[in-house]
């Protein structure tokens, strides 16, 4: 089983940049297709990013595709999420989560087994 822990969330201004870091332990990562999830206030957890173990798969939402890139370092046992270009609406409580499914990415947080506790990110515009 593994635990995952997000780090990086901070205050900046719109514009700016961040790198979110989620470092897992008891298991080793690569053996989980990652995704990173958000949730701001009154609204429902929603897909950000993905990547499967190998690396080769990493879908995007729509709303950060071209600004965020997810990563992962095998050797540090940690997936990344490069955040470039930050706007208000990227305001919200980020997760990283691991699942045991093969294959593709999936979209939906129910398709994922292991949880962090999250990283808040805010944007000031």
């Known amino acids: 089983q593994v635990q995952l822990a997000e780090s990086g969330g901070a205050l900046v201004q719109a514009g700016d940049s961040l790198r979110l870091s989620c470092a897992a332990s008891?298991?080793?990562?690569?053996?989980?297709?990652v995704g990173w999830f958000r949730q701001a206030p009154g609204k429902e957890r929603e897909f950000v990013a993905g990547?499967?173990?190998?690396?080769?798969?990493?879908p995007y939402a729509d709303s950060v595709k071209g600004r965020f890139t997810i990563s992962r370092d095998n050797a540090k046992n940690s997936v990344y999420l490069q955040m470039n270009s930050l706007k208000a609406e990227d305001t919200a409580v980020y997760y990283c989560?691991?699942?045991?499914?093969?294959?593709?990415?999936?979209?939906?947080?129910?398709?994922?087994?292991?949880w962090g506790q999250g990283t808040q990110v805010t944007v000031s515009s």
């Open positions: 008891g298991s080793t990562i690569n053996t989980y297709n």
């Open positions: 990547i499967t173990r190998s690396g080769g798969s990493t």
């Open positions: 989560a691991a699942s045991i499914s093969v294959g593709a990415i999936y979209y939906s947080p129910s398709e994922y087994n292991y």
